[in-house]
C-alpha cells in the first residue's frame, strides 16, 4: 500500500521569507501524481500544487514550488516570500494513475509570524 | 474549476438518530466519489468509494452498515450516518474526479457532524 509521510507536525518561518516542508512517499507504481493541499480554519482543501511523476521539471506555481526527487521518492514545497494568509495545515498526498482517491501524510501546520 | 457542493456545512443530531450528507458535482459528471473522515488535528482518512450506480467499496475498519453510501446518479452521492453515536462526531467530506482535469480531485466544504 502507497504511504505519505511529513515527518515535521508544526513549522514557522518570519514573514517575506522562505519555509520548505517535507515530505516522503512509498509506491511501487511509476505512473502516479503528487499534490500539496492547504487546508486553512475554515477547512476547504486546497490545491496548492501538482506533480506528474512522469515529468522531471519540478512544478511551480508563482510562490510555490516543489522539489521532486523521484528516486528518492521526496516531494518537498518551497513557499517563498511567505504571507500571514499562508498560515494554515498542509498536507501531502499521493494519487495513482487512474480512478484512485488521494492518500494523505499526517499533515504539517505552519505559522507564519509578522 | 469544477465545483464540488456538500450540504449541511454543519450538523448537529442526537445519538441514535441517522443524518445525511449530500454531495453534488455541478458542472461535470462524476463517476466515482470518494468519502474522507477527518478528526480533530488529524488527516484526512479515506472511508469509502462511491461508483454511480454499483455498491460502494469500503475501507478496512468502517462499518457499511453504519455509513450508507448511496451514488444513484452522475452529479450526486450521499453518505448517511446511521444511528448516529457520539463517537461519529467528525468532519466529513467528499471528493471527486473530473476526468478532463488531468487527474485533480474537487473536494466539498465538508460537513461538522456533532452527535449529542
Redesign the interface.
Given at each position: 500500500a502507497q504511504t505519505v509521510t511529513q515527518s515535521q507536525p508544526e513549522m514557522s518561518v518570519q514573514e517575506a521569507e522562505t519555509v520548505t516542508l517535507s515530505c516522503t512517499y512509498d509506491t511501487s507504481e511509476s505512473d502516479y501524481y503528487l499534490f500539496w493541499y492547504k487546508q486553512p480554519p475554515s477547512r476547504q482543501m486546497i490545491l496548492v500544487i501538482r506533480q506528474e511523476a512522469y515529468k522531471q521539471q519540478n512544478a511551480t506555481e508563482n510562490r510555490f514550488s516543489v522539489n521532486f526527487q523521484k528516486a528518492a521518492k521526496s516531494f518537498s514545497l518551497k513557499i517563498s516570500d511567505s504571507q500571514l494568509g499562508d498560515a494554515a495545515m498542509y498536507f501531502c498526498a499521493y494519487r495513482a494513475s487512474g480512478n484512485t482517491p488521494l492518500v494523505f501524510g499526517k499533515g504539517t501546520r505552519l505559522s507564519v509570524i509578522a | 474549476g469544477a465545483v464540488v457542493s456538500q450540504h449541511p456545512s454543519r450538523v448537529i443530531c442526537k445519538s441514535g438518530t441517522s443524518v445525511k450528507i449530500e454531495c453534488r458535482s455541478l458542472d461535470f459528471q462524476a463517476?466515482?466519489m470518494?468519502w474522507y473522515r477527518?478528526f480533530p488535528k488529524?488527516?484526512?482518512?479515506?472511508m469509502a468509494?462511491s461508483n454511480e450506480g454499483s455498491k460502494a467499496t469500503y475501507e478496512q475498519g468502517v462499518e457499511k452498515d453504519k455509513f450508507l453510501i448511496n451514488h444513484a446518479s452522475l452529479t450526486l452521492s450521499t453518505l448517511t450516518v446511521t444511528s448516529a453515536h457520539p463517537e461519529d462526531s467528525s468532519?466529513y467530506?467528499c471528493?471527486a474526479?473530473d476526468q478532463t482535469s488531468?487527474?485533480?480531485?474537487f473536494?466539498g466544504?465538508?460537513t461538522q457532524l456533532s452527535v449529542l
Open positions: - | 463517476t466515482t470518494f477527518q488529524q488527516s484526512l482518512m479515506l468509494t468532519f467530506i471528493s474526479g488531468n487527474e485533480k480531485l473536494f466544504s465538508g
